[in-house]
């Protein structure tokens, strides 16, 4: 079973700041988020993971609230290259069973 | 570096037979997990391996399929007596063990058919 829900798909125009939140109100104390993009025929790719407050890196921010039971993916300005599929994962990287949930499709419209 | 292999990358086989797909991880990465994925769906969790060991294989779909790890690298999933129902990409993806951070790092997958 899934330990997280998300939003079947989301659209969005070119240029936009795009944000997906993800709720996993069963978070282990162990357990971090990670997000991944996923293109068609190919594997997900990690763009970023934390654990709680805010991380940023070169692609995305990572906003997680105190009680960490939802977590906020935020795309600056996408393109139409950002359309993917994203999922959001909790998990203890390798000591568990990894369940993704049903992703989110994001289109992005020129 | 090297990333996570898949092979084949393609494989069309007719209903009944038995096929072998095969999963070579990052060096080093002691954690191996598969999954498989339907046309248009999400990643569907089938088995993971610790080291040859594999705690959970309550994601295996049914006695037709079956997962060996060896020498703590190389995994191989197969599937014997293929179904059509079986079509589908399977993905599989390594993490280093030990580290609670550490993300998937994921092959390009092998695309099976079956006919």
């Known amino acids: 079973l899934a330990k997280t829900t998300q939003p079947i798909s989301m659209d969005s125009y070119e240029g936009q700041e795009v944000n997906i939140t993800c709720s996993h109100n069963?978070?282990?104390?162990?357990?971090?988020i990670t997000w991944y993009q996923q293109f068609p025929s190919q594997g997900p790719r990690f763009i970023i993971q934390g654990y709680k407050t805010k991380v940023t890196n070169e692609v995305a921010s990572l906003f997680i609230p105190a009680d960490r039971k939802s977590s906020t993916l935020s795309l600056p300005r996408v393109s139409l290259s950002d359309t993917a599929v994203y999922y959001c994962?909790?998990?203890?990287?390798?000591?568990?069973?990894?369940?993704f949930g049903k992703g989110t499709r994001l289109s992005v419209i020129a | 570096g090297a990333g996570v292999s898949q092979s084949p990358s393609n494989k069309v086989t007719e209903k009944g037979k038995d096929v072998e797909l095969r999963c070579d991880p990052i060096?080093?990465?002691?954690?191996l997990y598969w999954y498989r994925q339907s046309l248009g769906q999400g990643l569907e969790f089938l088995i993971y391996f610790q080291g040859n060991s594999a705690p959970d294989k309550s994601g295996l779909p049914s006695d037709r399929f079956s997962a060996e790890r060896t020498g703590g690298s190389v995994s191989t999933l197969t599937i014997q007596r293929t179904q059509q129902e079986d079509s589908a990409v399977y993905l599989c993806?390594?993490?280093?063990?030990?580290?609670?951070?550490?993300?998937?790092?994921f092959g390009n997958g092998t695309r099976l058919t079956v006919t």
């Open positions: 060096s080093g990465h002691t954690a």
């Open positions: 069963n978070i282990a104390t162990n357990d971090y």
């Open positions: 994962l909790v998990g203890d990287g390798g000591n568990t069973p990894l369940v």
């Open positions: 993806a390594s993490i280093a063990v030990g580290l609670s951070n550490s993300p998937l790092h």
